[in-house]
């Protein structure tokens, strides 16, 4: 039998082909951090070991986005630093996932102005949002196990 035709719809075998893809890739997330302001503070709290992030597999960052799989952005976004983010986004491999940690990244925050990105999902799209100002670690933490429940229950690109 030819494996394109095994791999084509919902056998037996692709559906739990799909499930063990699912469950390793949503226990091995290499996060890329975008971090331009105050949220960077609650991220580096949430990075140390009291928070073990290592336990959802996504304790390593990796400061190249082509290394990377999750794309965090952590902070305001202005207008001139936008296009970076793009181009950062952009650079990163498939299959990949993107969140937006604290208020001014979900909508803008308090920075209703025309310096400022109006939410991230206007220019890249976005997995999860994670809301606060800064967001408490348990909600950070919260986020990522719903980001590990999107992973593990989408279609797998093989
Ligand atoms: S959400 Fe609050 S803590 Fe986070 S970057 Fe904006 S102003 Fe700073």
């Known amino acids: 039998m030819e494996v394109d035709k095994v791999l084509a719809g919902d056998t037996f075998f692709t559906t739990r082909l799909n499930d063990v893809i699912g ?4 226990f091995s997330i290499f996060q890329y951090p975008f971090v331009t302001a105050c949220c960077g503070m609650e991220y580096m709290a949430v990075s140390c070991s009291h928070y073990d992030i290592d336990r959802f597999g ?3 960052p990796r400061f190249s ?3 990377a799989d ?3 952005v952590v902070g305001t976004i202005s207008q001139k630093i936008a296009p970076v983010l793009v181009r950062i986004y ?5 299959p990949k996932w993107v969140v937006a940690f604290g208020v001014c990244t979900c909508t803008g925050g308090f920075y209703d102005d025309y310096a400022t990105v109006q939410g991230i999902d206007t220019i890249v799209p976005v997995d999860i949002y994670i809301p606060g100002c800064p967001p408490r670690p348990e909600t950070v933490l919260d986020g990522l196990m719903k980001l590990q429940k999107k992973i593990a229950s989408q279609k797998q690109a093989v």
């Open 23 to 26: 469950w390793s890739r949503k």
């Open 58 to 60: 996504a304790g390593l």
């Open 65 to 67: 986005p082509r290394q």
């Open 70 to 72: 999750l794309l965090m």
């Open 90 to 94: 952009e650079q990163m491999c498939n």
